[in-house]
Structures are given as structure tokens and as C-alpha cells.
């Protein structure tokens, strides 16, 4: 279904060319990066403030004068027209020339942050790190670093695109709050906040960079010794976020999923989210809809949850001391509670939800079992060593294989290719977790409109997460899956009112129905007996 | 083994072929001249319009069929022998059934137009007429006009796509407002609008009399029976209705008239055959219900019942409360329940109208004069929740009722604007009995 196979006509149509203005417009863009690349390559510019602010500035407007072009003046509505002809935004020559370029600058982001001009050892920056010190010292007083041009132009991305986004669903107004939202939290949470709060910085006092509406997992280096104690040092305040991390996951997240699903942060809050939300919507219908990938998807996501939990407990553990009388918290403890809670929540599953997840209740238990298992050997090897790994490499590699490589270079650097949502989808144990919870102890359900669906597919097909929606739809049966991000897209697409995201009671969320609203009451009487 | 064979891969073919599977363990095979794969035929306009690519539209992977056990053939069906359980393909092989279902759902309509088989003219309903567009209209170079001949849903349809490639389209209408022969007046003039506002030429009360060659035999324009006004064209859509695809059963011995002849069992003149989906035709109608449904959610319920016959639970097709939906452009309708235009309302029958000022939105409520039974809604650019109305019509709510409780049965996406105040009053002040 998702294969790349040229559609039926053979060149693309006219119609669906650039305009002049959008050319120009993109051109603008280009010469906008084009100041970036070329301080990359050294290139020394006189005015430093000035031309950072000229390469963010042709940037901004070309996007803004290419979305006027495309969408303003035009009626309200679906705009989807010509997605699969042109070369961007089908696989072609422009998606991947796009997507290599993208890959590249992430494989240079994080391990060759020096040819962007990272100054090392207490050098001066130089190149593309040095354009951006003006503005850093700004912000937070000091000179910039490779991740705060990353974070700049991530931000820049969000708000441009997420203009872009408004304009092209300006009538939907669940899109358009969900992008204000998702502007407002990168712009404030993720990029000025952190930054301001370095200016809090001294040498009596420091916070580690603190993203607030980052959560573990996603932050997965979170409880790091070194931001554990940095945070504990810096008294009150340091504390107030340390809990406030705690709280993130036990409390504020299990309760916002109850009640809204998990796109409350998915596809509202989250940084990825909303990268992939607004730079990332024209490649959404990208994603792979076949059966064999959703296969995939939950072997993969679970590893790295739990992959991810027990790197974070070894990491913690290796801190830990072993004295009860100097801090409640001894390595025991903690490992004990760990193991205590991951029982409770299966116990509970188990208990109360056996039926919802039949066939996968065997992987979860196979995914229990090995935690288990791992957090015995930690206690028995009672060391820094989970088994034969060491903590501190179990971090890296963490580091390296899932927040580098999967959630950059894949993630991102592929949108053109693989779709706007690899990471969110394949990667990202916050939002399996998030997940877990929304198939089963959520109020948030896409519920299907009777017998109205005419299996037109986009639904399917736009949808960013691979979910074959239509398959729910066309039988009337509810969606109610643990991958759902809420974008909304899929009921916004849909030509026949199918389709509508909402939260109500846990009765009857999930509907197996086999035939649908529309014939006689007796047949379904019948069917329902079965 | 029963072997159960189908001809025709469409909602109402494929549907029986699932939920037979599903109930046992018979044969199946399901035969099709158009396509190797089931697809759906409602969303080809979006293959042109590049929304998705023509795998998009297939709801099953291909490995779906070998999994289920139900064997496709392509083939074209030339010639059923009911004497001898045989049907005969075009490609010179045959194949024998036990039972056979009829599926193979409607072709456009030819009114014997002059120049109606020219180059360039063509229907929309297979996906060859798709494959045909993309000839005579990749953009508006090849196709510097294109007139579309009959409004209904498949001729704004062709509008909308011929409009996505900038193709300049001459829509004509014989009635005098568009498809005022199923919506009522404020609909129908709301679209009339709409229509224009996109910068289609929509002509109406206008019929086609003929359309001209050039020397190569294409279309090179055609000629308005009103006026007489000769349009150049370079492609002509005839969406002027449908008719079932049934023209290879002439010579069977299935009782035919303009589609498949079956009763309530869905059952033909010959024991062991059926008819299903748009090419089948009800001895009698239904209710309000034409003889021949050709909608695909009829299609679908008469296949989901009739697996049922064919398994051994012999049934008869007992839709329910009538329900429909389309999208003009921008603008999304759906229907619950009968509410009839000027043509063939009955004299019971009135109505409660609302228009949003924003000329998108509007909401028509039919009810019985006397007994104010409420009998159904459409409406458009508001989305409703089938189930709810379902339950009002079976319930036989009263108007006031149904106009009292409209936002239990709101289905629009979360944060939308509502309606329900305005429309309550308006209601309200048209009903000044109501008031105190
Ligand atoms: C452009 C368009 C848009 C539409 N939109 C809507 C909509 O929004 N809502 C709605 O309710 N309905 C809509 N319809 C109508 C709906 O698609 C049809 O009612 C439905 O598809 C009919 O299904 P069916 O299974 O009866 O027949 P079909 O889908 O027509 O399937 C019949 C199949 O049998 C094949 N066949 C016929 N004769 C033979 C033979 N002798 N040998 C072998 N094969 C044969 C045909 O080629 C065809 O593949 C639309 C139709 C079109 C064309
Ligand atoms: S199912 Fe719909 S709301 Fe959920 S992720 Fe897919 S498109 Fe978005
Ligand atoms: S739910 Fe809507 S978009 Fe999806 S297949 Fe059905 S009609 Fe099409």
C-alpha cells in the first residue's frame, strides 16, 4: 500500500508547479541558509549581529511569503492537492536531496560539533556557532554552543512552519489551538526559559539546562548524578524542579492521559512533537501503513522502554550510596521500589485488562520478566554493573544508538523519506509509556461516525503514525490505539464526517462492531449475539 | 466445497465475500474485469487530484485475499449459462459455480447524445476513465476547457478535480438549481453559489444536444440545446447518473429490467443466483427508497446480509433509517432520515431551514405537519452523529425535541464553533406559538 511507485500520471502536473512568487520566496529562504552554510565554512562576517539576524529574518519571510502565496485568499478547506506529484513531498529528487542534507548537519551536530565552529578548551567559537554568540549572550550571557543554534533554529523551524501549518488548516480550530500550543511551548519552556534560567547562574549556584516540559523518559539523562546533585545543591528552587521531574511522571502525566490521551503532550507540548507537527506535516502521509509495520513499531518501542528504564535505574543505583543512616535512599531501596512498582502496574493490567490486550499480554509479560530479571542481577552483582555492562557505557550507548542516531539523524534528518514521525512512532519510550496507558486507562478515543465511511483512505493515508485508520472506520468501530498522537489530521481530512477525537467515559470506548449502523435492527441484533 | 462465485470486486461483492468467509468455509472467488485488487471507487477523484496515489484507495494489503482464502480472477464476464452452472469470459476460459452473486454495480449513463463515444468524452466510474483523464486532461494545456454534462455527486466531483489542475470547467445543469431534484431550495441555491465562488462556469437549466468532432476524431466543443451556444472543449464528463452494469445478462436467463430483478432476499428468478450492490433492482422500493440504491453503504449492508442467506440464515434486506453524505468542494453535507426536495415531496412534509451568514453552513429540518413527527436532516458544513439521529427517527422524536437536543448530536471536531443557540432561536422566532 505504501510503496513508492510513481502515481498513474507520468509527469508531474503543471498545476501543481511553484508559482513565481513561491520561487522567489524559496529563493529568499535559501539565501537565508545559504549565511549559515557559509559561516559553517568560516566566512567571516563583519557585523556579526546583523547578519544572523538577516539569515533568520530571509528565512522567516520566505516561508511566510510562500505560505501567503499558497493559502491565502484561497477558500477554506482540505488542502492536499498535488501531494503526491510533487518531487518534496513524494519521494523525489528534492526529498532526498533534502533529507541527505538534513542527516548530514545532525551527523555534524553531534559528533563533529567543531566544524561548526565550537570552540573547545575555552577557544573562542568560530564559524556558525560564533554567528549565534551575539544572540546568545543575550539571552543567557554567555557565548552560544553547537545545541544553542540547534535550539535556535529548531524554535525558528516550529514558528515559521507552525505559521505555515495555521494558515493551511485555518478551518480547524482544534489545529489551531494545538499549534499555538505547541509555538508557545517551544518557544517559552524549551528555548527562553533554559535560558534565562543559565542567567541565573553562578558560582555559588547552577541549574543544569532544564527543559521543564521535558519528562523522563524523554530526557532520559535526567537523573544523571551530575544534575541530580547540581539540582540539590541549588536549594529550593533546585529541589522544587527535582520534585517537579518526579512528580512529571508519577502524577501530572498518568492524570492528563486519563483524562485527555496522550496527545495532551504529543501533539500539544512536546518539542519532537511539534518539529514533526509543523516542519514536518507535509511529509506525514509518508509514514508506512502496511501491517508488518506496525509489527515493527512494537517490538522496537517497547525495547527501548525498557532499554531505557534499566540504563536509568543502573544509572541511579551506581549513585546511590549504601548507608540507610546517611539518606533514606539506598541503592536497596531504590531497587526494591522500582521492582515493586513495575509489579504493581503489571499486576494491575493483568488483573483489570487481561481481555483489551489478549494477544500482547505475552509480550508484555516477556518485557515485565526481563526488567525483573536485570534489576535481580543489578542487586546480585551489587556493583555498577548491570550484568556484564557497566552503567556509564549503558548511558552512552543509550545516548548514542536512541537520542543521537534514532531521535536526529532517523527522526529528523528523514522526514522526507520515512515521514514525519519515525521517532515519535518506532523510538520514543515517552510516548510508548504515554501510549500504554491511552489504550488502556484513557477517556480519549477517536470515535467513527456510524455507517458513514466510504473507505476513501485518507484517513489512513495521512495519517502521521501509520495507523491504518480506515480499517477501524469502515467496520465502525472505535480507535483506541496506543500510537495515536491526536493530531486530529485524520478526522480533519475526512470527506464524510467520519472521524471525531474526544474524551467521554471508558464505557463503550472500545467497540468491535462487525456490521454497522444503517441496516435493520435485527442483523446486528444477530451479529452482537454471537 | 460450495462454490460461491462473484462477479464483481466493488463494496457489495467484496462485503458478501468477507462476512461469508466469515461465517464459513465455503469457496470463494471473486471475478472482476476492472481491477487486480478490491480499491474504493469513491475516493478515485483524490488519485487525480494527487491527495493520494491509486494504492492509497485499496482498503486490504495484497495479502489479505491468500490469508481470507478468496480467490480473484480477472476476467470479463461475456455470457452466464444458468442451465449448466457455467459463466463464460471474455478471455475464452469459463468457470463453474454453485451460487453466483451478481455485484457488478452501474456504468455511466449515454442519453444517445450525437458524438457521445468521440475522444475525449467520458465518464467517471471505472478506474479506466481515471486513466482516460489523465490523457485528455493532465493540465490545461492539453485541456484548455472541459465541460462536465449533469450535476449531481460525481459531476462536482469531476468539477473539483478538473479545478485542482487549474483546468477551466463549463458545468451544465439541466435543472434549474443544482441538484434541487434531492435538496431542498436553500441547499441547493447555497451551492449554486458555492460552486461559482470556485470559478466553475456553472450553467444551469442547460442540457447538452450535441457535441462536434475535430478531424481526428476528438472532442472540439459542444453545443448547449437551450441557446444553442457552442462551447470548444477539449474533454467532455458525462456524469448524468448511472445505470447498472448488466447489459452480458441479456441473453441469460436472469430476469432483468433496468437492473438485476431480486426480492427482499436479494434472491433473482433463478434459485441459485443473487444480485447485489448498485446493479440490483428491488421488485418494489423500500419505503422512500428508489429500486435501484446506488450508493456504496446499501452496497455494503445488502452484502452483509445477504453472506447471511448464503450461509444459511436466509434474510431479507431490511435497511434501516436512510442516510447519506457527500462533499461539494469545501463544503461537507450528510442526511439522516428523508428530507426531499421540490421533486416528489409529499405534502406532509415541511421544513425548518437555518443558514449560517457565513453561506458554507446550513441545517434543514423535515417534520410532519400535523403530528410534527420529526422524519429527517441535512445538513451542511456541520458534522452529526449518526447514531444519535438513528435513534431520534426510530424513537419518532417530535421536531421541537430534535431542535432542543441538536448538540447531543454535534459531531465536529472538538472546539468548533456551535449553532445550536442560533438555531434554536430561529426556530423559535419562526414558531411564535412557541415562544411563551
Ligand atoms: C466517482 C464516484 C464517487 C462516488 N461517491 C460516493 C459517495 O461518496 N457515497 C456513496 O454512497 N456512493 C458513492 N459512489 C457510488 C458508489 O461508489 C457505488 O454505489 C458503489 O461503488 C457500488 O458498488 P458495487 O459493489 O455495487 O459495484 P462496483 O463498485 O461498480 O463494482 C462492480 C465491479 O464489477 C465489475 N464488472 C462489471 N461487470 C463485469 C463483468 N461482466 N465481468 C467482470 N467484471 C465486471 C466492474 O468493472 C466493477 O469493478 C460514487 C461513485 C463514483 C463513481
Ligand atoms: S489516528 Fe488520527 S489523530 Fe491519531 S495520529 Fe493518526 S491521524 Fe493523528
Ligand atoms: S473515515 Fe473518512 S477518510 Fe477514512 S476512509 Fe472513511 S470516509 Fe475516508
Redesign the interface.
Known amino acids: 500500500m505504501n510503496t513508492a511507485k510513481p502515481s498513474m500520471s507520468l509527469t508531474k502536473p503543471e498545476a501543481f508547479d511553484l508559482t513565481t512568487k513561491q520561487k522567489l520566496s524559496t529563493a529568499l529562504g535559501v539565501i537565508g541558509l545559504i549565511i549559515l552554510l557559509l559561516a559553517a565554512f568560516n566566512v567571516e562576517f563583519p557585523n556579526k549581529p546583523i547578519f544572523l539576524a538577516l539569515s533568520l529574518l530571509m528565512i522567516t519571510a520566505g516561508v511566510i511569503l510562500f505560505t501567503n502565496d499558497l493559502y491565502a485568499g484561497k477558500h477554506p478547506g482540505i488542502k492536499n492537492d498535488g501531494v503526491m506529484f510533487k518531487s518534496i513531498t513524494s519521494r523525489g529528487l528534492w526529498a532526498w536531496i533534502t533529507g541527505i542534507a538534513l542527516t548530514s548537519f545532525y551527523i555534524i551536530l553531534y559528533f563533529k560539533a567543531t566544524w561548526l565552529g565550537l570552540g573547545t578548551n575555552g577557544a573562542e567559537n568560530t564559524g556558525l556557532v560564533a554567528l549565534f554568540d551575539p544572540l546568545s549572550k543575550l539571552l543567557n550571557g554567555g557565548p552560544a554552543s553547537q545545541w544553542f543554534v540547534y535550539g535556535t533554529l529548531y524554535t525558528v523551524a516550529i514558528l515559521i512552519f507552525g505559521y505555515k501549518f495555521l494558515m493551511k488548516y485555518k478551518h480547524n480550530r482544534y489545529e489551531q489551538l494545538r499549534t499555538y500550543s505547541v509555538m508557545f511551548f517551544q518557544l517559552g519552556f524549551a528555548f527562553l526559559i533554559p535560558e534565562f534560567m543559565a542567567r541565573l547562574n553562578s558560582d555559588s549556584f547552577s541549574l543544569p539546562y532544564y527543559d521543564l516540559k521535558n519528562i523522563w523518559p524523554l530526557n532520559y539523562y535526567n537523573f544523571e548524578q551530575y544534575r541530580v546533585d547540581s539540582m540539590i545543591s541549588a536549594g529550593d528552587i533546585g529541589l522544587g524542579i527535582l520534585i517537579f521531574g518526579v512528580l512529571s511522571i508519577f502524577v501530572i502525566t498518568p492524570i492528563l492521559t486519563y483524562k485527555y490521551g496522550k496527545r495532551w503532550y504529543c501533539s500539544w507540548v512536546c518539542g519532537c512533537g511539534g518539529l514533526a507537527e509543523t516542519s514536518g506535516d507535509a511529509f506525514r502521509h509518508l509514514s508506512d501503513k502496511r501491517q508488518s509495520a506496525w509489527k515493527i513499531e512494537r517490538w522496537v518501542v517497547h525495547s527501548v522502554v525498557v532499554f531505557v528504564t534499566l540504563m536509568t535505574t543502573a544509572v541511579i543505583y551506581s549513585y546511590l550510596g549504601d548507608d540507610s543512616s546517611k539518606y533514606w535512599l539506598t541503592k536497596n531501596v531504590f531497587l526494591i521500589s522500582v521492582a515493586s512498582l513495575l509489579t504493581l502496574v503489571f499486576a494491575l493490567v493483568m488483573i483489570f485488562k487481561r481481555a483489551q490486550i489478549a494477544k500482547d499480554a505475552k509480550y508484555g509479560a516477556i518485557g515485565y520478566m526481563v526488567i525483573i530479571l536485570a534489576l535481580v542481577g543489578l542487586h546480585y552483582f551489587n556493583g555498577s554493573q548491570l550484568f556484564l555492562f557497566k552503567a556509564e557505557p549503558l548511558r552512552q550507548t543509550y545516548g548514542f544508538l536512541i537520542g543521537s542516531i534514532f531521535s536526529g539523524v532517523i527522526g529528523t534528518g528523514f522526514y522526507p523519506i520515512f515521514g514525519n514521525r519515525v521517532w515519535c512512532r518506532f523510538g520514543c519510550p515517552m510516548a510508548a509509556i504515554l501510549g500504554f496507558q491511552q489504550r488502556l486507562f484513557s477517556r480519549f478515543r477517536i470515535t467513527t461516525n456510524g455507517g458513514q465511511c466510504i473507505s476513501c483512505g485518507n484517513c489512513s493515508t495521512y495519517c502521521e503514525m501509520g495507523i491504518d485508520v480506515r480499517a477501524y472506520a469502515q467496520k465502525g468501530e472505535n480507535i483506541v490505539r496506543s500510537s495515536c498522537v491526536g493530531c486530529g489530521i485524520c478526522s480533519a481530512v475526512c470527506p464524510r464526517g467520519v472521524l471525531k477525537l474526544e474524551n467521554d467515559s471508558l464505557k463503550g470506548r472500545i467497540n468491535p462492531n462487525d456490521i454497522l449502523l444503517g441496516n435493520d435492527v435485527d442483523l446486528m441484533d444477530l451479529v452482537y449475539q454471537k | 466445497m460450495e462454490h460461491i462465485v462473484i462477479i464483481g470486486n466493488g463494496?457489495a461483492g467484496v462485503t458478501a465475500a468477507r462476512h461469508i468467509r466469515?461465517l464459513s468455509d465455503k469457496k470463494i472467488t471473486i471475478i472482476s474485469a476492472e481491477t487486480d485488487y478490491f480499491f474504493?471507487r469513491?475516493?478515485l477523484m483524490?488519485?487525480y487530484?494527487?491527495?493520494?496515489?491509486?494504492?492509497?484507495?485499496?482498503?486490504y494489503?495484497n495479502w489479505f485475499w491468500k490469508k481470507n482464502r478468496i480467490n480473484l480472477k480477472k476476467a470479463y464476464v461475456n455470457k452466464v449459462d444458468t442451465d449448466t452452472n457455467t459463466l463464460y469470459f471474455a478471455e475464452g476460459d469459463s468457470l463453474q459455480y454453485d451460487k453466483l452473486i451478481i455485484a457488478t454495480g452501474s456504468k455511466p449513463n449515454k442519453f444517445g447524445w450525437p458524438g457521445q463515444d468521440l475522444k475525449g468524452v467520458m465518464g467517471m466510474y471505472h478506474k479506466q476513465d481515471?486513466?482516460q483523464l489523465?490523457v485528455f486532461a493532465?493540465?490545461?494545456?492539453v485541456c484548455q476547457r472541459a465541460v462536465i454534462v449533469g450535476g449531481g455527486l460525481i459531476g462536482i466531483e469531476l468539477a473539483e478535480m478538473l479545478n485542482?489542475?487549474?483546468?477551466p470547467v463549463t458545468f451544465l445543469v439541466r435543472e434549474s438549481s443544482f441538484w434541487n431534484i434531492v435538496l431542498p431550495n436553500g441547499e441547493s441555491e447555497m451551492l449554486n453559489r458555492h460552486i461559482k465562488?470556485?470559478h466553475i462556469d456553472l450553467r444551469l437549466s442547460s442540457n447538452l444536444k450535441e457535441i462536434k468532432s475535430d478531424k481526428n476524431g476528438q472532442v472540439s466543443s459542444v453545443i448547449i440545446e437551450e441557446t444553442g451556444e457552442e462551447i470548444p472543449c477539449n474533454v467532455v464528463g458525462l456524469t448524468a447518473g448511472v445505470s447498472p452494469n448488466i447489459d452480458f445478462l441479456k441473453d441469460s436467463k436472469i430476469e432483468i429490467n433496468r437492473g438485476v430483478k431480486v426480492n427482499r432476499f436479494l434472491e433473482t428468478n433463478i434459485p441459485n443466483i443473487y444480485a447485489i450492490g448498485d446493479c440490483a433492482e428491488q421488485h418494489e422500493a423500500i419505503g422512500n427508497r428508489r429500486p435501484i440504491e446506488a450508493v456504496?453503504?446499501t452496497g455494503?449492508?445488502m452484502g452483509?446480509?445477504l453472506a447471511?442467506t448464503i450461509c444459511g440464515?436466509r434474510?431479507a434486506y431490511?435497511?434501516?433509517?436512510w442516510?447519506n453524505?457527500?462533499?461539494f468542494?469545501?463544503i461537507?453535507y450528510?442526511t439522516y432520515g428523508w428530507v426531499f426536495g421540490d421533486v416528489g415531496r409529499p405534502d406532509y412534509e415541511k421544513h425548518f431551514h437555518w443558514k449560517h451568514d457565513d453561506d458554507t453552513k446550513c441545517i434543514t429540518i423535515a417534520y410532519h405537519k400535523d403530528t410534527k413527527e420529526f422524519l429527517g436532516i441535512t445538513t451542511f458544513g456541520i458534522?452529526?452523529?449518526?447514531?444519535t439521529f438513528?435513534r431520534w427517527l426510530?424513537e419518532k422524536r417530535n421536531v421541537d425535541y430534535v431542535i432542543n437536543h441538536l448538540s447531543e448530536a454535534n459531531?465536529?471536531?472538538?472546539?468548533?464553533?456551535r449553532f445550536e443557540d442560533k438555531i434554536l432561536s430561529t426556530y423559535k422566532a419562526q414558531q411564535p406559538s412557541l415562544a411563551s
Do not use: C
Request: proline letters at 6%; glycine letters at 2%; aromatic letters at 12%.
Open positions: 463494496i466469515k474504493s469513491t475516493a483524490y488519485v487530484m494527487g491527495h493520494m496515489k491509486f494504492e492509497h484507495t485499496q482498503p494489503e481515471l486513466e489523465e493532465p493540465n490545461n494545456k485542482s489542475r487549474d483546468i465562488n470556485h456504496w453503504y455494503r449492508m452483509e446480509t447471511q440464515n434474510m431490511k435497511p434501516g433509517h442516510f453524505s457527500a462533499k468542494l469545501d461537507e450528510q458534522r452529526m452523529r449518526h447514531e438513528d426510530t459531531f465536529d471536531p472538538e472546539f468548533y464553533s
